[in-house]
């Protein structure tokens, strides 16, 4: 059983940057993605930014390549997305994820823990 919680989320005007956080708790030994996903309104859930946390390989949508950096903290418990260059297109509900190291990395169908998300508005 795994919780995770979101957050850092708000309003920035185009360029701007902001980092999300997502803490883990729970069992998370062993090697899971950890993985950032976004929804906007009538669009389909996307997968932007996944990291192993074991070897720390990371993954992003082509979308976000060069613009938003996934990372992790020492302890392996808490993963931020550090977005720069904000565009309005990339206004969405963020969520993290967190699975055990299985399949493709940024299918929304390999996770089992989601938070409950925070909000990303980009403003022209």
């Known amino acids: 059983q795994v919780q995770v919680v979101e957050s850092g989320g708000g309003s920035v005007q185009t360029g701007g940057s902001l980092r999300l956080s997502c803490a883990a708790s729970g069992d998370t030994y062993g090697n899971y993605y950890m993985a950032w996903f976004r929804q906007d309104p009538g669009k389909e859930r996307e997968g932007v930014a996944a990291?192993?946390?074991?070897?720390?390989?990371?993954y992003y949508a082509d979308s976000v390549k060069g613009r938003f950096t996934i990372s992790q903290d020492n302890a392996k418990r808490t993963v931020y997305l550090q977005m720069n260059s904000l565009k309005p297109q990339d206004t969405a509900m963020y969520y993290c994820?967190?699975?055990?190291?299985?399949?493709?990395?940024?299918?929304?169908?390999?996770?089992?823990?989601w938070g409950q998300g925070t909000q990303v508005t980009v403003s022209s």
């Open positions: 994820a967190a699975g055990e190291a299985r399949g493709w990395p940024l299918t929304r169908y390999q996770y089992k823990y």
């Open positions: 990291l192993a946390t074991r070897g720390g390989a990371t």
